[in-house]
């Protein structure tokens, strides 16, 4: 069975589309969806503690987004270049997104901030992506702090540097967004009610803001991901399923590590990995019970990935909901908490 591109599609006026997240993140608003029925209900972010439980377990991604997006120049004839980090390799060699590529053949020297740091091309892979090796004197992540920015979104205009609350290990080209309505008050209250916090890690590739480019959903390919999951952290979840509590993702990135690294009768497994997972529906879900994340882009894989959960039709209605609410959308925007029969489970 071949599934459309199109089938996720919608509307969206470009004015709803939030270019700076809110000086106070739990003042979101939070639209509730009952991913059995559809029903929706309209809250603000910090209410989401009435809809949590004691016994539950919150999964959260602790990655922190590295200033992957550096301006050079080509040593030879001085023009411009824009490169993105994507993929650490071996002996400072990465792989990188090159804008304008064709000025980026093998061989190629590009200089950045005054020579502070030198690359040079050495190859040319799928995508028309480039490994570059890097030349440098001191800490190649201070020079980076140095010289780089914050890669964004292309929907995204301003240039910010914004992260969770508890980002802790470098390593994404971008942020973790759902993570971005948790302040450390409201972490505290969701833990003293008796909420676990289960941290993962999942360093965010670009491939996430990756337009599917075929027609047949099923022929979309994911970029791999690379992620990790102590054993402390995999213990909590796996206590929390065993004992009837729910497991709730915050993030389609936490998703996407709880559902890679989990057995097929739901138990997560600690180690590291990379993952090239592409969740649509038809999915069957093994661990993750509810989530928490951002309103996504039309005909992407994120939305695809809701869909999933909750079903298509209910997530298309719940969209045109948000959109004749006026809700704020994408990396910066309000929040949808999708389980199953949330009211009923109010406190």
């Known amino acids: 069975m071949t599934m459309d591109v199109k089938d996720f599609d919608y509307e969206l006026p470009e004015e709803l589309i939030a270019q700076d997240p809110l000086e106070d993140r739990s003042a979101s608003r939070l639209m509730v969806l009952d991913r059995e029925t559809g029903e929706i209900q309209h809250r603000i972010f910090k209410d989401i503690t009435e809809y949590l439980r004691p016994g539950d377990c919150l999964v959260i991604n602790d990655t922190k987004v590295i200033p992957a997006r550096l301006f050079g120049v080509k040593k030879d004839t001085g023009a411009k270049i824009e490169i993105l980090l994507l993929k650490r390799g071996e002996n400072d060699i990465w792989e990188t997104l090159v804008r304008p590529g ?18 040079t091309v050495v190859d040319t892979v799928d995508d028309g992506n480039r490994m570059i090796q890097f030349y440098y004197k001191g800490i190649f992540e201070e020079i980076l702090d140095q010289l780089g920015q914050m890669p964004l979104p292309p929907y995204i205009t301003h240039q910010l540097k914004d992260k969770t609350v508890y980002a802790r290990h470098e390593g994404s080209a971008a942020a973790p967004t759902a993570g971005l309505h948790f302040t450390q008050e409201l972490l505290a209250e969701i833990e003293g009610m008796g909420v676990k916090i289960a941290h993962v890690t999942l360093h965010v590739g670009l491939g996430t803001f990756r337009p599917v480019k075929v027609e047949n959903v099923q022929d979309h390919h994911m970029h791999s991901e690379f992620y990790i999951v102590e054993e402390s952290e995999a213990k909590k979840v796996n206590d929390t399923k065993a004992a009837g509590g729910r497991v709730i993702c915050v993030g389609t990135t936490s998703c996407r590590t709880v559902e890679s690294a989990s057995t097929e009768d739901g138990v997560l497994k600690s180690g590291t990995g990379w993952t090239e997972i592409f969740i649509y529906p038809g999915y069957r879900f093994k661990a993750l019970d509810a989530l928490i994340t951002n309103f996504h882009l039309p005909q992407s894989t994120l939305v ?5 959960l909750a079903g298509r039709e209910h997530i298309l209605d719940a969209y045109r909901e948000a959109v004749k609410e006026g809700y704020r959308f994408f990396s910066f925007g309000d929040a949808m908490f999708i389980a199953a029969h949330p009211a009923a489970e109010k406190r």
């Open 102 to 119: 064709k000025k980026a053949k093998p061989g190629t020297v590009i200089e950045f901030g005054e020579g502070l740091l030198t690359g």
């Open 304 to 308: 695809m990935l809701v869909s999933a």
